[in-house]
């Protein structure tokens, strides 16, 4: 199976940062990765798929990018909406694998 | 508006069986793949199942070949996941998940999950 490692685990940025968090594929995955924000208590939403193109809905705040085995998911001016833990999951081959996730918090 | 609605999560003992289901509306349910995804409580998110379509594919993760069945009835639009020999690390909250369409596809929309609770 594809193994997905994300870093960092968790992060704390103020309003206004520039976050970047970053997804890494054991085997060359082409740019089948998807970005998921799961706010607490809620259900995951896809944010990001093919991984550069933005969900219907999403702020452009959020950018995807990458390509084979390393992949990044940026987001543009923090705010106070976004804290959420972030997936990311391939689907170049079954079984989906998820990433660990990334928690990000306000500081 | 997409709306997925699991049900038939509960309390069970380790080693029966428990039977899922979700609604869905909102979409044409024949035309997309359905998958189940899980996430045990304070953890991160575990895809279980997928079926086609015409659940002519069916897949697993190897955790639960073998114990689950998923399938589904297009004229109902339902989903179901049939849970054997549940345990303890079953224990969940599973997700109702749409795909965006064959069943190796970004997850789109997702229903807000039943519990299911594996204790003795």
């Known amino acids: 199976d594809i193994q997905m490692t994300q870093s960092p685990s968790s992060l704390s940025a103020s309003v206004g940062d520039r976050v970047t968090i970053t997804c890494q594929a054991s085997?060359?995955?082409?740019?089948?990765l998807n970005w998921y924000q799961q706010k607490p208590g809620k259900a995951p939403k896809l944010l990001i798929y093919?991984?550069?193109v933005l969900q219907r809905g999403v702020p452009s705040r959020f950018s995807g990018s990458g390509f084979e085995t390393d992949f990044t998911l940026t987001i543009s001016g923090l705010q106070p909406e976004d804290v959420a833990t972030y997936y990311c999951?391939?689907?170049?081959?079954?079984?989906?694998?998820f990433g660990p996730g990334t928690k990000v918090e306000i500081k | 508006e997409v709306q997925l609605v699991e049900s038939g999560g509960g309390l069970v003992q380790p080693g029966r069986s428990l039977r899922l289901s979700c609604l869905a509306s909102?979409?044409?349910?024949?035309?997309?793949?359905m998958h189940w995804v899980r996430q045990p409580p304070g953890k991160g998110l575990e895809w279980v199942s997928g079926?086609?379509?015409?659940?002519?594919?069916?897949v697993y993760a190897d955790s639960v070949k073998g114990r689950f069945t998923i399938s589904r009835d297009n004229a109902k639009n339902s989903l179901y996941l049939q849970m054997n020999s549940l345990r303890d690390e079953d224990m969940a909250l599973y997700y109702c998940?749409?795909?965006?369409?064959?069943?190796?596809?970004?997850?789109?929309?997702w229903g807000q999950g039943t519990l299911v609770t594996v204790s003795s």
């Open positions: 998940v749409k795909d965006t369409g064959s069943v190796a596809g970004p997850l789109d929309y």
């Open positions: 909102g979409f044409s349910f024949d035309e997309y793949a």
């Open positions: 079926i086609s379509w015409n659940s002519g594919s069916l």
């Open positions: 085997q060359d995955i082409s740019n089948y």
């Open positions: 093919d991984a550069a």
């Open positions: 999951q391939q689907y170049d081959k079954l079984p989906s694998i």
